[in-house]
């Protein structure tokens, strides 16, 4: 059972072919993390009720580039005084709580724990334990479920998309790390469901006790599988849904039968 919720987001050296053209065809082997910004989130609520801020001091390429400097706002002297990777990726699990089993690793895209990875490997250190979640792509089955339509988002244009104002500084770890959490306690809060899910969850309470399958689905919207897949992941995630497994369909939870009666309650829009 996940006891911990973190939201990282990372910035990492770069350069622009201006900086240095060799480096910047190689990013991605050569970069280093230079700041590690994180929240901790409350389970019950996905409020933030911790944040975590550390520079890192970079040791292959210890001089930052001027277009990472201007992308990130890091300064030189935030990463001089700064510890190397070890030491600061100590810190930063001695904050979760001394150790990554047990917990829920947010990011956007799959980058940050990938480079965590990679850092931890060179620095002798054992593969984090943590379970990943790309917050990237869930909003954007979130989306299609809300929109009917394929769309991949940055992060500071998924939190326009919700109605909401990006705070801090663009990339920046500790800022990047805040938005995303918004994103997330958004996402996962079952009265934002999205349009299609919402549909699905009034249908299943209609059905109630009887579970219900895409056979049940195709009859009254004639449409292919892929929404239902969709919109299926996201009543899961929510803990709506169980899946009874062996073709028998899926199940409202007591939560699921809380909401749907709730939204049966609720005058429709005409």
């Known amino acids: 059972m996940t006891k911990t919720i973190i939201a990282v987001d990372l910035e990492a050296t770069c350069w622009s072919k201006e900086d240095n053209a060799e480096l910047s065809e190689n990013q991605s082997a050569e970069s280093e993390i230079i700041e590690i910004g994180a929240t901790r989130l409350d389970p019950a609520t996905l409020e933030i009720v911790d944040t975590f801020e550390r520079f890192v001091r970079p040791v292959r390429h210890p001089t930052l580039s001027n277009f990472c400097k201007t992308l990130t706002t890091i ?12 030491e600061t990726f100590a810190d930063f699990v001695q904050w979760m709580g001394g150790t990554t089993e047990g917990v829920l690793m947010l990011s956007w895209g799959r980058y940050d724990h990938n480079q965590l990875r990679r850092e931890s490997q ?23 479920c809300q929109k009917n339509r394929k769309k991949r988002f940055g992060l500071g244009m998924a939190i326009r998309e919700l109605g909401m104002e990006f705070t801090g500084t663009a990339h920046r770890g500790i800022d990047d790390a805040k ?59 929510l803990g709506l849904i169980i899946d009874l497994g062996q073709g028998k369909g899926l199940q409202l939870t007591p939560r699921g039968q809380e909401l749907g009666a709730k939204f049966q309650e609720e005058p429709q829009d005409s």
Do not use: C
Request: no cysteine; proline share 7%; glycine share 6%.
């Open 75 to 86: 300064t030189q002297d935030d990463v001089d005084q700064a510890q190397p990777f070890k």
């Open 179 to 237: 938005n995303l959490s918004k994103i997330f306690a958004h996402i996962r809060h079952p009265e934002h469901l999205s349009d299609q899910g919402r549909d699905l969850l009034l249908f299943m309470a209609e059905r109630h006790p009887k579970p219900t399958n895409f056979g049940h689905l195709k009859v009254r919207w004639g449409s292919g599988k892929g929404w239902f897949i969709r919109t299926n992941r996201e009543l899961l995630r």
């Open 122 to 144: 060179k620095a002798g250190l054992p593969d984090p334990a943590w379970t990943p979640l790309n917050v990237k792509d869930e909003f954007s089955d979130w989306y299609r």
